[in-house]
């Protein structure tokens, strides 16, 4: 395991140590984290297609050098057509297949909003550089990306679409150091150079991707991308005593991610992966889930402020108060899961990107476009079959997201950003690297590296056990049992907790950044 790495000009951290490497390209040629950013997740999109890609959606916060900080919701809206009639008869909406298919994918005009909004001048051709290039040449494909391709090949490979040609064209699911190639997503992302982000959402590519959708039995439309818009979308935050924190509003699990170190605040630990500490977390996530499972969504749907909560000390007081230092609270009402891609950057200028992209599912709904080589994302599979409520399906109704990038502003000047994939376990995660780091002082490389759990449901398990990883003192684990908790011992290190980054930038302008040896990542610094 390496150390922290450090720089002073600047640094981007990656699940996949080629976006990394793409990221930090660009930095070096005189461009901004923002812009970093849009190369590492263009390269994430080629080389970690299991994971993320430019079919799904994104979200983004950005410090900027001033002390600005801001965000932006790169989110699409289930289709017109995605009616409760289009479901008849069914009880859920399918996890895999042209009707998981739903909604429209935001992760262009995220970057776009993203790109529009900051100062940098390299042309988007040279931001999508280096993932036009692996998309052409081929990459080698990675353990995880192998062990996913293999469990998951039976449900993908019947989908209507391009996902065997691309992803199995021997007739079997890529091994390791296999070479993946994709031409047509090399051309999209050309295409999208040449035109402009906008193209993805109006004009000839957007009529290509909607021809895609419609032969395949999507019910997403030309109509559906053009209406499409990313936003900006003011940052929920509070104040703990490290200094402020920030995440992303709804639709997304920010709230949850906030609360959990909100409340952890109150509560009087005083050492680092202890009982009082990993009980503290694993009570405030409950109390957390609890708020966010009854109110959180669409914020057009919502009766319930987050950044109100956030506000209300004595409401957050009595949160705290909920939790019982001895005793694990029973547990669970239903999760959420999914994959994605964390990623972050910063830059010598004081900007400080944290942020998130996901198809969901891996592979979201394994709708791969045969004319464009998109993998087209499932968020909205999320949506209830039901007239009303949490997460009911309505055309133009957003799912809710376990997206949620995290940034930090401390009282000594640094400027932190952090995350990771994970759906279920990403407030949890976040809570584990900040809370050692920043609570207890643990050098940045050993809080994302050390011992994980994760409360409630992992990728397509239905235990809601508390997992957690060995390299705890051996008395913890009976110690939490002891207090009631299910656990579940899961053995090394697994890539089931996440593949957790970090950058930090100093107040004298030192860089520190640091990425998750569950993953393929890399920390690229300059």
């Known amino acids: 395991m390496t150390g922290t790495r450090a720089s002073s000009h600047g640094i981007v951290t990656a699940p996949h140590y080629l976006a990394a490497e793409a990221g930090l390209s660009v930095l070096r040629d005189g461009g901004t984290a923002v812009e970093a950013c849009v190369a590492t997740a263009a390269t994430l999109a080629v080389v970690y297609p299991h994971m993320t890609g430019i079919g799904g959606d994104g979200f983004w916060l950005i410090h900027e050098p001033d002390g600005h900080v801001h965000g932006v919701h790169g989110c699409g809206a289930a289709a017109k057509a995605a009616t409760l009639d289009l479901y008849a008869g069914l009880d859920a909406i399918p996890w895999r297949g042209p009707l998981a298919a739903n909604t429209v994918a935001g992760t262009v005009s995220g970057w776009a909003v993203a790109l529009g909004g900051d100062s940098g001048t390299l042309p988007l051709g040279r931001l999508l550089r280096d993932a036009i290039h692996h998309a052409t040449e081929g990459v080698a494909v990675t353990i995880g990306g192998a062990g996913i391709a293999a469990a998951k090949s039976a449900e993908l490979r019947v989908q209507p679409g391009a996902y065997?040609?691309?992803?199995?064209?021997?007739?079997?699911?890529?091994?390791?150091?296999?070479?993946?190639?994709?031409?047509?997503?090399?051309?999209?992302?050309?295409r999208l150079a040449e035109e402009g982000p906008e193209s993805f959402y109006a004009g000839a590519l957007a009529a290509d991707i909607a021809a895609d959708l419609a032969g395949l039995g999507s019910p997403v439309s030309a109509d559906d991308l053009a209406r499409h818009r990313a936003t900006r979308s003011a940052p929920l935050h509070v104040a703990i005593r490290q200094g402020t924190l920030f995440n992303s509003a709804p639709p997304t699990q920010g709230i949850a991610s906030l609360l959990i170190l909100a409340l952890f605040d109150r509560l009087e630990v005083k050492a680092v992966d202890g009982l009082a500490h990993i009980h503290g977390l694993v009570e405030a996530t409950k109390q957390a889930f609890l708020w966010r499972d009854r109110h959180c969504g669409d914020p057009a749907f919502m009766k319930a402020d987050p950044q109100a909560l956030l506000d209300d000390g004595a409401a957050l007081d009595a949160m705290a108060a909920r939790i019982d230092p001895a005793t694990a609270l029973p547990w669970p009402p239903p999760p959420q899961w999914g994959d994605t891609c964390w990623f972050g950057a910063a830059d010598a200028r004081g900007q400080v990107v944290s942020c998130i992209q996901s198809t969901y599912f891996e592979f979201g709904s394994g709708l791969v476009l045969p004319r464009t080589g998109i993998t087209w994302q499932n968020r909205g599979a999320s949506f209830r079959l039901a007239k009303s409520g949490w997460n009911a399906l309505?055309?133009?109704?957003?799912?809710?997201?376990?997206?949620?990038?995290?940034?930090?502003?401390?009282t000594d000047g640094r400027v932190m950003a952090y995350g990771t994939m994970g759906g279920e376990g990403q407030p949890q995660t976040q809570a584990?690297?900040?809370?050692?780091?920043?609570?207890?002082?643990?050098?940045?490389?050993?809080?994302?590296?050390g011992p994980r759990w994760l409360l409630g449901r992992t990728w397509g398990e239905q235990s809601t056990s508390l997992k957690i990883e060995d390299g705890f003192a051996d008395a913890l684990y009976e110690e939490l049992a002891a207090a009631g908790h299910q656990v579940e011992r899961v053995?090394?290190?697994?890539?089931?907790?996440?593949?957790?980054?970090?950058?930090?930038?100093?107040?004298?302008?030192?860089?520190?950044?640091?990425?998750?040896?569950?993953s393929d990542g890399g920390v690229a610094a300059w």
């Open 394 to 410: 309505k055309p133009g109704r957003r799912p809710f997201h376990t997206l949620n990038p995290a940034l930090a502003k401390f």
């Open 164 to 190: 065997t040609a691309i992803f199995e064209p021997e007739g079997r699911p890529l091994t390791k150091g296999d070479r993946i190639r994709q031409p047509a997503l090399a051309a999209t992302l050309h």
């Open 491 to 518: 053995g090394p290190p697994t890539a089931t907790m996440g593949h957790a980054g970090a950058v930090v930038r100093h107040a004298d302008g030192r860089l520190e950044g640091a990425t998750d040896p569950r």
């Open 432 to 449: 584990a690297l900040f809370s050692r780091y920043a609570r207890f002082g643990v050098d940045l490389q050993e809080a994302i590296s």
